[in-house]
């Protein structure tokens, strides 16, 4: 059943989107914002998430400029803004890359990237985000990985695996954890699947 567009469902909640100036980042921003969630956009480039964020409808929203690769950065921004503003209540992992093609041809520096941007930054984020929903006893994790990437590389097949790890041993979830694979959308086909 479509969403109805004039809903506020999400009002109050307070979401964290990453890659948020652009592509699938950004649409989700904007969809978030759209349902009346308060919207924090992260990517590394503040005058292009500035212009995102002039862009989003409603209020509260705010902009983190930080390089997910960069681990320790994240960390120290993402902590900084949840001491000011408070916690999120929903995640948006969303990162590009990898480049396409076989992970037994990837050079080392560039399987380190997809490794860094795609776990460790991903780790940062849910060690930073959890607490605080586990606090309030409600959140939301997704993760997007592209398609292309879950099958050639296998940074991105570890992060489909590591999701495993996130599922409770028992007992009703404070949060959730989904990944979307979005993939090319044939006429009247898919927009993902979830792993």
């Given at each position: 059943?479509?969403?109805?567009?004039?809903?506020?469902?999400?009002?109050?909640?307070?979401?964290?989107?990453?890659?948020?100036?652009?592509?699938?980042?950004?649409?989700?921003?904007?969809?978030?914002?759209?349902?009346?969630?308060?919207?924090?956009?992260?990517?590394?480039?503040?005058?292009?998430?500035?212009?995102?964020?002039?862009?989003?409808?409603?209020?509260?929203h705010s902009i983190i400029a930080v390089?997910?690769?960069?681990?320790?950065?994240?960390?120290?921004?993402?902590?900084?803004?949840?001491?000011?503003?408070?916690?999120?209540?929903?995640?948006?992992?969303?990162?590009?890359?990898?480049?396409?093609?076989?992970?037994?041809?990837?050079?080392?520096?560039?399987?380190?990237?997809?490794?860094?941007?795609?776990?460790?930054?991903?780790?940062?984020?849910?060690?930073?985000?959890?607490?605080?929903?586990?606090?309030?006893?409600?959140?939301?994790?997704?993760?997007?990985?592209?398609?292309?990437?879950?099958?050639?590389?296998?940074?991105?097949?570890?992060?489909?695996?590591?999701?495993?790890?996130?599922?409770?041993?028992g007992g009703r979830r404070a949060h959730?954890?989904?990944?979307?694979?979005?993939?090319?959308?044939?006429?009247?086909?898919?927009?993902?699947?979830?792993?």
């Amino acid at each position: 059943m479509p969403l109805d567009p004039t809903s506020q469902f999400l009002s109050g909640e307070r979401a964290l989107v990453c890659g948020a100036s652009q592509g699938i980042g950004r649409a989700t921003a904007h969809a978030l914002a759209g349902q009346g969630s308060m919207v924090t956009l992260l990517a590394r480039t503040e005058k292009a998430l500035a212009q995102v964020l002039a862009s989003l409808p409603g209020s509260g929203h705010s902009i983190i400029a930080v390089d997910l690769a960069d681990t320790t950065a994240l960390r120290l921004a993402v902590t900084d803004h949840l001491r000011a503003h408070g916690p999120f209540s929903i995640l948006v992992n969303n990162a590009g890359g990898p480049a396409p093609g076989a992970a037994h041809q990837a050079e080392l520096a560039a399987f380190e990237h997809a490794f860094r941007l795609h776990l460790l930054a991903f780790q940062t984020l849910v060690l930073a985000v959890v607490p605080g929903m586990k606090a309030v006893r409600h959140g939301r994790i997704i993760n997007v990985i592209r398609r292309y990437s879950a099958r050639d590389h296998f940074p991105c097949r570890a992060a489909c695996r590591l999701c495993q790890w996130y599922q409770p041993a028992g007992g009703r979830r404070a949060h959730r954890l989904l990944v979307i694979m979005p993939v090319p959308v044939p006429q009247g086909g898919n927009l993902g699947r979830v792993c």
